[in-house]
């Protein structure tokens, strides 16, 4: 079989790496950088596995180096390896150097001279002779020189010593084994491979606009730790765009370039035929066994050179030897040169080596079907049903719709299949289509029972009515919605048992819905004994509801007897227990022990991959909600990016829209600002339902006006949503919320947010002796104190910052300045220069803005404050207005108070008695 590159193939050319793909790699940079400058002979050898980025890492260093210092960039190629010299022919025609005449080394010395950087990219793959010279430089002392190799087991390996370390091995020619034959001292860095959140993170900067999860996470699946695929990937993803909820194989709709062909570690194309083969057959078909005594297999030779030349990896399952692609990128390389028509044989193939392999039936369903071998269509819906339980939802789509195509003029199959294609979409967030196949399969059984075949049974309408039940409240955010219909779809159902299944729901959504409640949360009563599952879930949201916005102790009370019960019914409700548990964590931390909430979270999200995988995006949303309020907010955007991705996969809290819009308030608390702008463009405060997700979403505004200059608006138009969602029963997530606002603005804060905060004070004593040390201009260090001792070392470092910032007391403001320092190191952070500003924190005003706000102050007209400063008077009136929009006031006649109320210190003596003289005024 020959390979070839297919004509239909796109082939683009890939840009050379810019900052974005440097994510994780700036100390490595500064530190080769400032060694240079330290030592102009040093000898630098970076290594890494391959894909590592360790030529943007030398390109970027090369940039840093600047204009006057002279570099010179050598490349090892594996096709001059065999040339005498041929890797620094290049830099030799560059210098104008005839090694003939003068020699390499003699003619490198006078035209290289002091103080220049060779730069020597893939030193594992140069020839013999450069290998000599680059050797030569580096023992000569007359140049820097700075090499990358690859570092991998085999025959191209270096030996790794710690980073920073002071040996460096030397540059071997390509193919060359055994130890370094010229050892150098020098600076040896290690690269290691980039962890999930830098990859993610890379492709996020690449893609600019916020890309689909699914799209970012089978980027990162597919590059396997290759910065470089990484790069390729995202580029062509880039450079044509994916529908918003595109799924399946990223492949599928990419034209592959060749800069990932070029990337991967071995090139499929070189392979013999027999190897050309079996690859074609395992990118068709997956991990095949191997063949043994009669059975049907792949070929055991032709596998045995594969795994030889790297492009297979062989393991055991099931009593048999398997083998597979070592790399997720050659699947779809190598399918390129494998026709649609060939495919079909493959599938069939394939098919016949998984016979009787129990643990791969779906693969073998699926590639019968590929194929078009007719397979029994009750058969899918069992092996849909069973991926659908196992949260494999492609898997289950797949089989669902072949099961619908199948059923003839079977309706409860066909209703069946429609069922699960529904439940799939709903849960990977396509949830138009998942409202679509709901329709239909409703529409399939009714019209079955109403021509009196043989229809869906009692069980199928009860766990329909679940899901879609389930779909409507934690999805469209429509619980109101949810329990009319199943009302509706229970008249149908009259089997007591499975009348009892879908009962429990049932009471979730009304309480959700606020139907059924009394009319203060006080009243909510705690069930005594648990008798049924609709009993514990009634526990479940007693907890919840008792937990954002009524008794902490009540909370508990319930939390501890649910929890009693959760095991008993762990088969009706297997999230029981996570759900209960989390209303005990939110409890502590709205009690104050913030250190142990945090603690039990970090407990439950290990532990939750082999408890309940389910439960995953849950605790981390809840540690990202702590990092925001209490921590640090950089963990918390990589806690919230998590969260996302897991909680699309499946919401079991009903967490997700929240989970979106603290998003975009980490988003924003952390500087990212153009994120924040975006998800609040699309999300407009009027089409948020969600009383949590609103108060985030509000945070997010809030944090990105005060960006712009305008923390009094901001502050002022938090305190209005603070205040509707403590009304709605958000009492503490909006008590933390209000909080936030004096953390953006001390003083306006403080002042707007005192009653909210007041009516927790039970749950928030320290945040509130905070806010009133603030209005009294008292000394915020003791309570700074406190708050760190707390465990909320995030508002710790803004109350130290602040008395820092606000004191006369040199000997207070170095205390103040140290702790906050500290404070600032536990959290993770490092510490970055603060600027003082000209005139105070609490407003920010400029110094023109300053003298014209004072003027107003002291009731002077626009034009006699024109004349004084020799500026127009309608210039007099747009600062005004500026300054009304940063104060977020709406007069001159707000302004006296405003910054009477302030008591405002600023280097224009006639502030103060402006102030008081127009508050006076107009009293």
């Not at 600032?824 to 803005?849: F, K, S, W, Y």
Request: hydrophobic share 45%.
């Amino acid at each position: 079989m020959s390979i070839h590159m297919p004509e239909t193939t796109s082939i683009t050319t890939r840009r050379d790496e810019t900052a974005e793909t440097l994510v994780g790699r700036t100390r490595q940079i500064d530190q080769v950088v400032h060694a240079i400058a330290a030592d102009p002979d040093l000898a630098v050898t970076i290594t890494g596995p391959r894909g590592t980025g360790r030529t943007a890492v030398l390109r970027a260093i090369r940039e840093r180096m600047g204009a006057a210092t002279p570099t010179y960039w050598v490349a090892g190629d594996r096709a001059l390896a065999s040339l005498p010299l041929g890797a620094l022919a290049p830099l030799l025609a560059e210098l104008d150097i005839d090694p003939a005449s003068e020699g390499v080394l003699v003619g490198l010395h006078r035209a290289l001279g002091g103080g220049a950087v060779v730069f020597v990219d893939d030193a594992h793959l140069l020839d013999e002779a450069s290998v000599g010279v680059v050797a030569q430089l580096v023992r000569s002392g007359d140049v820097s020189v700075v090499t990358s190799t690859v570092e991998e087991a085999g025959p191209h390996s270096h030996p790794a010593g710690p980073a920073g370390g002071t040996t460096a091995p030397a540059v071997r020619p390509a193919g060359a084994a055994g130890p370094a034959t010229h050892p150098a001292e020098g600076l040896h860095l290690r690269l290691a491979p980039l962890d999930d959140a830098d990859q993610r993170l890379v492709v996020s900067n690449l893609l600019g606009a916020s890309p689909h999860p699914h799209t970012v996470e089978e980027i990162v699946r597919l590059a396997d730790g290759s910065t470089r695929i990484l790069v390729a990937l995202a580029e062509a993803v880039r450079d044509a765009p994916l529908p918003p909820d595109a799924h399946g194989s990223l492949t599928d709709r990419l034209a592959l370039s060749r800069a990932i062909i070029d990337a991967l570690p071995v090139d499929p194309f070189a392979a013999p035929e027999p190897v050309l083969d079996l690859l074609s057959l395992l990118a068709v078909c997956g991990p095949l066994p191997l063949e043994l005594a009669g059975e049907p297999g792949a070929s055991s030779r032709s596998a045995a050179d594969a795994e030889q030349l790297g492009l297979v990896r062989s393991y055991e399952e099931e009593g048999r030897r398997w083998v597979a692609l070592a790399h997720p990128m050659l699947e779809p390389v190598v399918l390129m040169d494998v026709s649609p028509l060939r495919r079909y044989d493959y599938c069939a193939a394939g098919a016949d080596m998984l016979s009787g392999s129990p643990a791969h039936r779906v693969r073998h369903t699926l590639l019968r079907l590929r194929a078009g071998i007719p397979v029994d269509p009750r058969e899918l819906d069992l092996l849909a049903r069973g991926e659908l339980r196992a949260q494999r939802y492609g898997t289950a789509l797949t089989l669902g719709e072949h099961a619908v195509l199948q059923s003839d003029g079977d309706a409860a199959l066909r209703a069946s299949g429609q069922a699960i294609r529904a439940q799939a979409a709903s849960q990977i967030g396509r949830i138009a289509e998942a409202t679509e196949w709901f329709a239909d399969a409703w529409a399939t059984a009714s019209e079955a029972a109403e021509e009196g075949a043989q229809g869906p049974s009692q069980e199928f309408f009860a766990r329909l009515a679940q899901a879609e039940g389930n779909h409507l409240a934690f999805r469209l955010l429509q619980p109101a919605t949810a329990v009319r219909r199943v009302e509706e779809i229970l008249t149908r159902i009259h089997d007591a048992r499975w009348r009892a299944f879908v009962d429990p729901d049932l009471v979730k959504w009304r309480l959700m819905a606020g139907e059924g409640l009394p009319e203060s949360v006080d009243e909510l009563p705690v069930l005594q004994s648990v008798e049924s599952p609709g009993d514990l879930n009634l526990l479940i949201m007693t907890a919840m509801i008792q937990t954002t916005g009524g008794s902490l102790e009540a909370a508990r009370t319930a939390t501890v007897r649910g929890l009693r019960e959760a095991e008993r019914f762990a088969d009706v409700l297997p999230n029981a227990r996570d759900l209960l548990t989390l209303s005990d964590v939110l409890a502590r931390a709205f009690g104050g022990d913030v250190a142990g909430a945090r603690t039990q979270a970090r407990e439950e999200l290990a532990a939750a991959d082999a408890a309940n995988p389910s439960a995953r995006g849950m605790w981390e949303f809840v540690l990202a909600i702590v990092e925001l309020h209490a921590g640090c907010p950089a963990r918390g955007w990589k806690l919230i990016v998590d969260a996302r991705r897991d909680l699309l996969w499946r919401d079991i809290a009903g967490l997700l829209p929240t989970a979106e819009a603290v998003h975009a308030a980490l988003a924003a608390r952390t500087g990212r600002f153009a994120v924040a702008r975006r998800w609040l463009d699309r999300h407009p405060a009027d089409t948020i339902a969600d009383p949590k997700a609103a108060l985030y979403a509000q945070l997010a505004r809030a944090w990105v006006t005060a960006a712009a200059g305008r923390p009094g608006f901001a502050v002022r138009a938090l305190a209005t949503v603070v205040s509707e969602a403590v009304d709605r029963g958000q009492l503490y997530l909006g008590a933390l919320c209000a909080y936030e606002g004096v953390r953006i603005e001390p003083v306006v804060g403080a002042s707007v947010m005192l009653p909210h905060l007041t009516r927790a004070q039970h749950a928030f004593p320290t945040q509130l002796a905070h806010v009133r040390v603030v209005l009294a201009r008292g000394d915020t260090l003791p309570v700074a104190k406190d708050l760190a001792d707390a465990g909320l070392l995030g508002p710790a470092i803004d109350a130290a910052r602040w008395c820092a910032e606000t004191t006369k007391d040199r000997a207070l403001q170095s205390e103040a300045t140290r702790l906050a320092d500290a404070w600032t190191v536990r959290t993770g952070v490092a510490i970055t220069p603060r600027r003082t500003d000209t005139q105070p924190r609490m407003t920010p005003l400029t110094d023109r803005e300053w003298q014209l706000a004072s003027g107003a102050a002291s009731l002077r007209t626009s034009a006699e404050l024109a004349a004084e400063y020799g500026i127009s008077v309608r210039t007099v009136d747009n600062h005004l207005a500026r300054i009304y929009r940063k104060l977020g006031i709406a007069s001159r006649r707000e302004l006296a108070a405003e910054l009477g109320a302030l008591s405002a210190e600023n280097p224009y003596s006639n502030v103060r008695e402006g102030a008081e003289r127009g508050s006076r005024k107009y009293s």
